[in-house]
């Protein structure tokens, strides 16, 4: 079984920074896109940022300039640096992946998985 596990939310004043991780396990035999969304109370889940495999990244308008999605393929971990954070970036953040797994010699699954959620949240 496939899962993922956040790390490194918190309370944070505007204008500081946090550090988002995510940790993949299982048997996993590769993973595609990684990705962070989040979601606000009353609102949709939103994509904040994703990253291929290769390492082509993608942010929504709203954090570019002020978040960086980082990955590290050997570990199967993807991180989220958020510099500059305003009240507005309050929200639940949840991990998501697209995972590869072996079932066979020839069979290959793929799952699209998400953890747990952290909670951010920025004061005024």
């Known amino acids: 079984q496939v899962q993922l596990v956040e790390s490194g939310g918190g309370l944070v004043q505007a204008g500081g920074f946090l550090r988002l991780s995510c940790a993949a396990s299982?048997?996993?035999?590769?993973?595609?896109?990684m990705a962070w969304y989040r979601q606000a109370p009353g609102k949709q889940r939103d994509l904040v940022a994703a990253i291929t495999a290769g390492g082509i990244t993608n942010y929504a308008d709203s954090v570019k300039g002020r978040f960086t999605i980082s990955r590290d393929n050997a570990k199967n971990t993807v991180n989220l640096q958020m510099n500059s954070l305003k009240p507005e970036d309050t929200a639940v953040y949840y991990c998501n992946a697209d995972v590869v797994v072996r079932r066979s010699t020839l069979t290959y699954t793929s799952y699209n998985i998400w953890g747990q959620g952290t909670q951010v949240t920025v004061s005024s």
């Open positions: 299982g048997s996993i035999f590769s993973i595609n896109v």
